[in-house]
C-alpha cells in the first residue's frame, strides 16, 4: 500500500516512476504498432512510410526554435508570468509553422523525387500540419512546468492507443497503405493535444502585455537552447536523411524497423529527462549536480540491462513479428542497441548543462558527432550498405559522449556522472519507496 501511495503521489521521484512506467507501456504498443505496419505494408511500404514520416520528425526540433525548453524555463523562473509566455511562444510557433511548413511542402517533390506521386502528396499533407504541431509541443511544456506529468503519461498512453486502434482496424479492413498508416501517427496527438489544452484554459488567461518584451525573454533562453534541438535532430535523423538517397525504399524500411525498434529505449532514459529538466533548471549547480547523477546511473543501468535482453532474443524475436523479410536487420540491431543506451544517457547527462544555464555545450557536442557522422555515412554505406550506417551511428555517439565528459571537466569544474547504478542508489530508492 505505501509503495502504491508512492507511486500515485507526488514529488519528482514519484513522477519518474510514473512516467518510466507509462513509456514502458508505450514501449509494448509502439512495439505492437510496428509490427502491424511491418507485416501488412513490408520492407518497401514500411520504408515509405518511413520517409514520409521522416520530415515532420525533423522539422519540429528545428522550427520550433528552442521555444518548448525556454517555456518551462521561464515559467519556473517566473510563474506569475506563465501566460503571457505561453501565449507569445504560441504566437510564434504558428508563424514559423506555416512558413516553414509550406516552404518543406513545395520542397517534397525534389526530396522524395524516387518516390510514387502518392507518398509525395502524403508528406506534404503532413509538413502542413507543422504550426499545430508546434502548438503541441508548447501545451505539453506548460503541463511540464506545473509538474503535471500524470496527465502527459495519460495522453501519452491514449495517442499510442488510437494509432495502434487506427492501424489494425485499417489492416482488418484490408485499407492500410504507407500514406494512411503514416497519418494515424501523425493525427491522434493533434487531438489529444487540443484536449489537452482546453484543460488549460483555465490557468491560462490570455494576457498579451508586454508582448515584445516577453518574446525577447523566450527567445533569450531559447536561442542558446535552440542549438541543442537543432544539432540534435540532425544528428538523431541524419542516418535516415541521408540513407534515403542511398539506399533502395526495401533497403531503408530494414534499417528504420531495426533503429526503431531500437531507438524505443530512448522512452525510458526520456522519462527521467522529462522530469529532470523542470527539477534542475535555474537551481545550485552542485543540486543539478546531484539530481543529474542519480538519474544518469539508474536510467543507464536499467536500460542498458533491458537492451542485453533484447540483443539476445532478436535474432529469433524479429523474423518472427516483423516477418522472413526482416530477417537481415538483425544483424544491425545489436549496434543500434548500443547506440541507443549511449544516446539516451548523452540526453540526461546534458540536463546538468541545460540547469547550470549553458545550453550551448549540448549543441557543440552534437555537432562534433554530427561532424563525425556524416563523412562515416558516406565512406561506409556504399560500402558496407545497413551495417555501415549502424556503424557510423554508433561510433559518433561514442565521441560526443568523450565531448560531454570533457567539457565536465573544464567547463564545471566537475567528474561527469556516472553510468551505472551504486549500491548506494539502490538503498535510496529503497527508502524512497518505502518511506
Given at each position: ?51 514520409m ?8 526540433p ?30 510564434v ?53 506545473l ?9 501519452m ?67 542558446r ?30 534499417y ?5 525498434l ?16 523542470p ?9 543539478v ?9 539508474v ?9 542485453i ?47 547550470a ?6 549543441a ?14 558516406w ?14 551511428m ?12 570533457v ?29
Open positions: 500500500m505505501k509503495a502504491l501511495r508512492f507511486i500515485f503521489g507526488g514529488g519528482s521521484t514519484a513522477a519518474a516512476v510514473q512516467t518510466f512506467g507509462a513509456r514502458v507501456i508505450i514501449l509494448g504498443m509502439n512495439l505492437l504498432t510496428g509490427i502491424v505496419t511491418a507485416n501488412l505494408l513490408g520492407p518497401e511500404g514500411r520504408g515509405e512510410q518511413g520517409a514520416a521522416l520530415w515532420p520528425s525533423v522539422l519540429m528545428i522550427l520550433a526554435i528552442g521555444l518548448p525548453m525556454s517555456l518551462v524555463y521561464n515559467w519556473r523562473k517566473s510563474e506569475r508570468f506563465g501566460p503571457d509566455f505561453f501565449y507569445a511562444a504560441i504566437a510557433s504558428l508563424a514559423v509553422g506555416t512558413v516553414g511548413g509550406g516552404a518543406a511542402a513545395l520542397a517534397m517533390p525534389w526530396l522524395l523525387g524516387g518516390y510514387d506521386p502518392e507518398v509525395v502528396a502524403g508528406a506534404q499533407g503532413l509538413v502542413l500540419l507543422m504550426p499545430f504541431m508546434l502548438c503541441n509541443t508548447l501545451v505539453y511544456s506548460v503541463y511540464e512546468a509538474g503535471r506529468f500524470r496527465w502527459i503519461n495519460i495522453v498512453l491514449g495517442q499510442t492507443l488510437a494509432t495502434l486502434v487506427l492501424l489494425a482496424v485499417l489492416g482488418w479492413m484490408g485499407e492500410l497503405t504507407a500514406v494512411r498508416s503514416a497519418y494515424c501517427y501523425a493525427l491522434p496527438p493533434l487531438v489529444l493535444a487540443l484536449v489537452s489544452g482546453l484543460r488549460l484554459l483555465p490557468r491560462l488567461p490570455v494576457r498579451l502585455r508586454h508582448l515584445r518584451g516577453t518574446v525577447r525573454r523566450l527567445h533569450g533562453y531559447g536561442w537552447s535552440y542549438g541543442i534541438e537543432f544539432m540534435g535532430v540532425i544528428s538523431s535523423y541524419i542516418d535516415q536523411l541521408l540513407l534515403v538517397a542511398l539506399l533502395a525504399p526495401a533497403e531503408l524500411g530494414l528504420v524497423v531495426a533503429a526503431s531500437a531507438r524505443m529505449l530512448h522512452m525510458i532514459s526520456g522519462s527521467a529527462a522529462v522530469v529532470l529538466f527539477k534542475v533548471a535555474a537551481q545550485p549547480l552542485d543540486d549536480i546531484t539530481y543529474v547523477s542519480l538519474s544518469s546511473r536510467a543507464t543501468t536499467a536500460t542498458g540491462l533491458l537492451a535482453g533484447i540483443a539476445l532474443v532478436a535474432p529469433v524475436m524479429l523474423p518472427f513479428i516483423y516477418g522472413a523479410d526482416f530477417a537481415p536487420a538483425t544483424r544491425i540491431f545489436p549496434i543500434l542497441l548500443a547506440e541507443a543506451v549511449l544516446t539516451g544517457s548523452i540526453r540526461i547527462i546534458g540536463q546538468g548543462f541545460m540547469g544555464g549553458r545550453p550551448g555545450v549540448i557543440w557536442a552534437q555537432g562534433v558527432g554530427l561532424a563525425c557522422v556524416v563523412p562515416l555515412l565512406v561506409l554505406v556504399p560500402a558496407y550498405g545497413v551495417m555501415g550506417a549502424a556503424a557510423s554508433l561510433l559518433a555517439t561514442i565521441v560526443r559522449l568523450a565531448f560531454i565528459a567539457a565536465y571537466e573544464l567547463l564545471l569544474s566537475r567528474r561527469m556522472p556516472g553510468l551505472i547504478m551504486r549500491r548506494s542508489d539502490v538503498n535510496f530508492l529503497y527508502r524512497r519507496f518505502v518511506n
